[in-house]
């Protein structure tokens, strides 16, 4: 049997995934912590405004290492903040 040089031949070693332990998988986690970009995103507004806004503590911000990160926790609540204020509570 004569084999193409781009051609793999078969191997007879198998890969087989090692089990992972359920807290192991985080990729189905919702996120807590997001960027300023998507913080502008999710409320329609620019980067500058959400910069603006963390500057003026209204939209919280935590520093790992060199990164800015928004607590998502922290939008839901500027967002209730705002819808408050507009109905006058």
Request: with cysteine.
């Given at each position: 049997m004569?084999?193409?040089p781009?051609?793999v031949?078969p191997s007879t070693?198998a890969?087989?995934p090692?089990?992972r332990?359920?807290?192991?998988d985080?990729?189905?986690q919702?996120?807590i912590?997001?960027?300023l970009?998507?913080?502008?995103?999710?409320l329609?507004?620019?980067r500058?405004?959400?910069?603006?806004?963390?500057?003026?503590?209204a939209?919280?911000?935590?520093?790992i290492?060199s990164?800015?990160?928004?607590?998502?926790?922290?939008?839901?609540?500027?967002?209730?903040?705002?819808?408050a204020?507009a109905n006058?509570?």
């Amino acid at each position: 049997m004569e084999t193409s040089p781009l051609s793999v031949p078969p191997s007879t070693d198998a890969v087989i995934p090692l089990p992972r332990a359920p807290h192991d998988d985080v990729s189905d986690q919702p996120r807590i912590l997001i960027t300023l970009p998507e913080t502008a995103r999710i409320l329609g507004v620019g980067r500058s405004t959400v910069s603006r806004l963390v500057r003026q503590g209204a939209l919280e911000c935590v520093s790992i290492g060199s990164l800015r990160r928004v607590p998502l926790q922290s939008v839901h609540d500027f967002v209730d903040q705002l819808r408050a204020d507009a109905n006058g509570n």
